[in-house]
């Protein structure tokens, strides 16, 4: 099992939606707990691979390499290095908690597991798929159970928002898909395998003046190729302006799968230009990424701090801090610097645990109050001590409080803006101020002032969803502390890919 | 190889045994009490004729009938796709309420004689031939249109396809006369010959291509020849449009190739086709693909009957198919006979969803689909799904290796612009085959809707079809290795 690692963690639980689509469909218990045992599997291998992954080697391990389609040179290849290890690690947790987030559901149980894990596997491959071919097939295997999931299984509006997501991703998965078959052409033979792709980046061509985007090779054209692969991987992220599919999504999505859109699929915009343009498109990345990136993370952070102080649905609060939390990573990438490249994809992890926690906060008072008005509560933490005790330490870590995780990571992107932007470096650190202001304001609307007679017999936070945030909770708290069981898992691989764009940087 | 009449019968089995096939349906129609024993006898006769024809796969390629016909690799390939919409659309017409109660001999007698039109237009290489092949198809389809009696619809419909029938083809002609002018001969090589060594006029020539196309745009359905597909498919029985929708667009594609290409082209190093310069088909034919992705999908946006929705829909894949062309490249030719493949088994499987659901409720209309998964069709449903995301071109299905395909060779030959504007139809696409997914899915059924059953003979062929769907996503490597051996042409 251990030579095959990644296949199994990301095909176990396709192999668990076959056992659950055979399961009578009115055994409801049956199936979750079918669902579970599908997704435990991959958690472990998960704890073995944090294990036995070599922190000293950049490179890529646990590579598993078959020929899939020859005469198109398309491989199975798949493997990690430190940029995805943490997304993998990350995947496999938040599949497993959702499925017992998703406890609740009681309407078509057996679809919604199947597609539960058939995304799960979509997920697990992004990150793991080393192939050009691969990785767009899972890419977009990703996207039909998701728009299942919001559109059977969503809220009021979730026609309208599950439409919404699958056409604004599709529109950037399909540019992305030219981009990719750009680059196919032009290697030398034929493939889409992403190492040998990237071992070829030197060839194209690095005179500044001709910008026209049909001549192979030259400097045009890898420019428009690196921004159609941008554009299909901002609109995953979502930077502004393709941001706005976002809290549509997540306000009508059932609560789990709230999690694995802002805890997962969000990561992979961030993933997919670490990944893909960095490396493969180094001289762009220098131009392009250089001020563009940085101060289009930047803007995120604002302008998701101040659309979040707006929101009075407390989901859609979540969501837009999503999209503040994600231009850190953005920024942090920007800056081509140890601590910025390591604080954004620590970033990235610490904000799906994080983001995690919040989202199942919202969905635990919204299964007892039936609302999410943010005004309609009060004094909580008088009826639910012990939710509010919970709900403090995602809040806290997610406004960037010392001891929590949230600070380490984003100190690191700051501290790496500082000494290449450092007026980026300020705005950015204001935005630490606004998401503090919003925070703060929520949990005094919501869980201090006086108590809501309406909701004076809530019951407190059970076993269950406990299970479910107390992992998240704990890992929150240790890489507040001790970072360096994350960061020691990226230094070596982030530090390779900072050199291969940094001589390209005027 | 040049054979004459005797000498070519010996490779002329396939066209026969469909012949002796037909011939003998007609007979038995006479005898027989269940009409359902001459369906079994047209499904074993194409069966026996596909047979046949791989039987003829590796025999010298040459020209039958002195010159009239052509027997390769293209030729054959075309046969196997024409035999296999036929087959699957008896099969699926076994199983369609619709096709019981009118004449069933005379409707499979006429189906399968359409497909032995569209096996002589996929061999023809005589402009004569090529003509008439394609009459023989196009008399057949207006039959077989107006076949349902008493509905005042497929009537009107056959009579709008009659009469843009007889223009088109009446176009074509003119524009055949004009090629005979200019070349002294109607076989394809001498065409060649005359047209690289003469000096024609281009101006001309480049007016009696137009013309050409005009009667085979109207087999392939594109734009400006595409009014008559929405009425046609919409009031035609619905194996019949199926069988429209996959077998006449892919005789329309083959007659187009064999004319373009190896006619009218030359093949050189690196698989490109050199086009007579000056007379400038490719860039026509850019713009009308183009223009007909775009008109197919916007127009779909708006339909409420879904076979009205995948007529224009068929009109946006036709825009799909002719990107392979107008690149003149090998490659852009192979994307194309792989996306026939692909696209006749999605496609049909989508009208054999269509022809169940209208089966239990007489509707074709998109309200008919509402909660189609919770009314007891859960399967039909799913695979709807499947066939509605492969077209939309979704991995991984068996659609999106046919886009795959189409985009690379547009990429490899560096029609950005044709890429961009594909990309933006694929999106536009979306929105309708999604907006069908969501009445099925997300649209719960009201208590008027009724439950939808399905019958053992359709739900094997759904699974069959949904199946090659998946299968053709996950591995397509067999498969494009005899689409790539089908791409030879014999011209001499």
Avoid at chain 1, 35 to 62: C, H, K, M
Avoid at chain 1, 446 to 472: A, M, Q
Avoid at chain 2, 285 to 306: E, K, P, R
Avoid at chain 2, 404 to 415: M, T
Wanted: net charge neutral; glycine share 8%.
């Amino acid at each position: 099992m251990t030579e095959n690692v990644l296949s199994w963690m990301t095909f176990f639980p396709m192999a668990g939606m076959i056992v659950v689509l055979l399961l009578p469909r009115d055994r409801y218990n049956w199936i979750r707990w079918a669902s579970a045992l599908a997704t435990l599997p991959p958690l472990i291998l998960a704890v073995w691979l944090y294990a036995n992954f070599d922190r000293a080697n950049p490179g890529l391990q646990f590579v598993e390499k078959y020929p899939w389609i020859p005469a198109y040179n398309i491989q199975y290849f798949v493997g990690i290095d430190g940029i995805s290890i943490s997304m993998v690690l990350l995947t496999a947790l938040l599949s497993f908690l959702c499925i017992f987030a998703s406890w609740g559901i009681d309407k078509g149980v057996k679809g919604y597991f199947a597609l539960f894990l058939l995304l799960d596997t979509g997920m697990m491959g992004v990150f793991v798929a080393l192939d050009f071919f691969l990785f767009y097939i899972f890419w977009e295997v990703m996207l039909l159970p998701m728009y299942f999931l919001i559109g059977i299984w969503g809220g009021p509006r979730r026609e309208y928002a599950a439409i919404k997501f699958f056409l604004y991703t599709l529109f950037g998965s399909v540019l992305m898909l030219i981009a990719i078959l750009a680059l196919y052409f032009t290697s030398e033979p034929y493939t889409f395998d992403m190492t040998e792709l990237i071992a070829q980046s030197s060839k194209y061509g690095t005179s500044a003046l001709a910008f026209w985007p049909f001549d192979r090779l030259g400097w045009g054209f890898q420019h428009v190729v690196w921004m159609a692969l941008f554009i299909g991987f901002a609109i995953k992220i979502p930077a502004f302006p393709f941001h706005t599919w976002l809290p549509d999504a997540h306000v009508e999505a059932p609560t789990a799968i709230s999690v694995i859109l802002a805890g997962v699929l969000l990561k992979m915009g961030t993933y997919g230009i670490l990944r893909i343009n960095y490396p493969m498109l180094p001289e762009a990345t220098a131009d392009l990424a250089y001020y563009f990136l940085g101060a289009l993370g930047t803007w995120n952070i604002i302008y998701g701090a101040f659309c979040a102080m707006a929101q009075k649905d407390l989901k859609k609060l979540v969501a837009y801090s999503s999209v503040s939390h994600m231009g850190y990573v953005m920024l942090g990438m920007a800056t081509f610097t140890t601590q910025g490249i390591n604080g954004a994809v620590l970033q990235m992890f610490n904000h799906g645990t994080i983001t995690g926690m919040l989202f199942l906060l919202v969905g635990v008072i919204y299964d007892r109050a039936h609302h999410r008005d943010i005004e309609g509560f009060g004094g909580l933490a008088a009826i639910m001590p012990v939710y509010t005790g919970v709900t403090a330490v995602a809040f806290f870590a997610s406004m960037g409080l010392p001891g929590l995780s949230g600070f380490i990571s984003e100190v690191l992107v700051l501290l790496g803006a500082w000494q290449k932007y450092a007026v980026l470096c300020i705005l950015g650190a204001s935005g630490v101020v606004l998401t503090a202001g919003y925070l703060l304001w929520t949990i005094q609307r919501v869980y201090l002032g006086p108590i809501n007679e309406k909701y004076k017999s809530l019951p407190e936070i059970n076993g269950r969803e406990l299970f479910t945030l107390v992992p998240l909770g704990i890992i929150v708290i240790i890489l507040g502390v001790y970072p360096h069981a994350v960061l020691d898992l990226l230094r070596s691989s982030l530090d390779q890919l900072n050199e291969i764009v940094i001589p390209h940087l005027s | 190889m040049d054979l004459g009449n005797l000498e070519s019968l010996k490779f002329f089995y396939p066209e026969a045994i469909l012949s002796g096939t037909i011939l003998l349906i007609i007979l038995l129609d006479l005898v027989l009490r269940s009409k359902k024993g001459l369906a079994l006898l047209a499904i074993a006769g194409s069966l026996l004729s596909l047979w046949a024809t791989f039987d003829l796969y590796g025999t010298t390629p040459g020209y039958l009938f002195h010159r009239m016909i052509i027997l390769d690799n293209f030729s054959l390939f075309f046969k196997v796709v024409s035999l296999l919409a036929a087959l699957l659309v008896v099969w699926m017409s076994l199983g369609c309420r619709e096709i019981r109660e009118i004449q069933q001999g005379e409707y499979y007698t006429i189906l399968l004689t359409s497909a032995l039109g569209m096996f002589f237009m996929a061999s023809s290489s005589n402009l004569l031939m090529a003509y008439l092949s394609l009459e023989l198809v196009s008399i057949t389809s207006y039959i077989l249109t107006g076949f349902l009696p008493h509905n005042r619809r497929s009537t009107e419909a056959a009579l709008k396809y009659l009469i843009y029938g007889g223009v088109a083809s009446g176009t074509m002609i003119y524009g055949m006369s004009w090629v005979f002018g200019m070349t002294g001969t109607l076989d394809y090589a001498g065409i060649s010959t005359a047209l690289f060594q003469g000096q024609p006029n281009r101006l001309s020539l480049f007016m009696a291509f137009v013309f050409i196309l005009a009667g085979f745009g109207y087999k392939i359905v594109f734009v400006p020849f595409h009014m008559w597909s929405p009425d046609v498919y919409q009031g035609a029985p619905t194996p019949v449009t199926a069988f429209l929708s996959v077998g006449s667009n892919a005789a329309g594609t083959a007659i187009l190739m064999r004319f373009f290409f190896p006619a009218v082209s030359r093949l050189a190093d690196g698989g490109d086709w050199l086009f007579i310069s000056g007379v400038e088909w490719p860039h026509f034919l850019l713009i009308v693909s183009m223009v007909t992705m775009t008109l197919g999908n916007l127009c779909a946006l708006n339909q409420q009957n879904l076979k009205r929705l995948l007529a224009y829909s068929g009109i946006a894949h036709a825009g799909y198919i002719l990107m392979g062309l107008v690149v003149l490249n090998n490659d852009g030719l192979k994307a194309v006979l792989f996306y026939v493949v692909v696209y006749l088994i999605m496609n049909l499987g989508a009208f054999l969803v269509v022809v169940m659901v209208a089966n239990e409720t007489g509707k074709e209309e998109i309200g008919a689909y509402r909660g189609l998964a919770w009314r007891g069709a859960a399967i039909p449903a799913v695979c709807m799904a499947i066939f509605l995301f492969s077209l939309t071109g979704l991995p991984p299905l068996a659609g999106f290796i046919g886009k795959f395909f189409l985009f690379a060779a547009v990429i490899k030959e560096g029609f950005y612009l044709l890429a961009v504007v594909a990309i933006i139809n694929t999106v536009i696409s979306l929105y309708y085959y999604a907006g069908i997914v969501k009445t099925m899915f997300l649209d719960f059924p009201e208590p008027t809707d009724q439950p939808v059953a399905m019958t053992a003979n359709n739900s094997l062929l759904l699974g069959v079809l949904s199946a090659l769907t998946v299968l053709f996503g996950l591995y397509w490597g067999p498969l494009v290795q005899y689409t790539n051996q089908s791409l030879r042409f014999f011209i001499k």
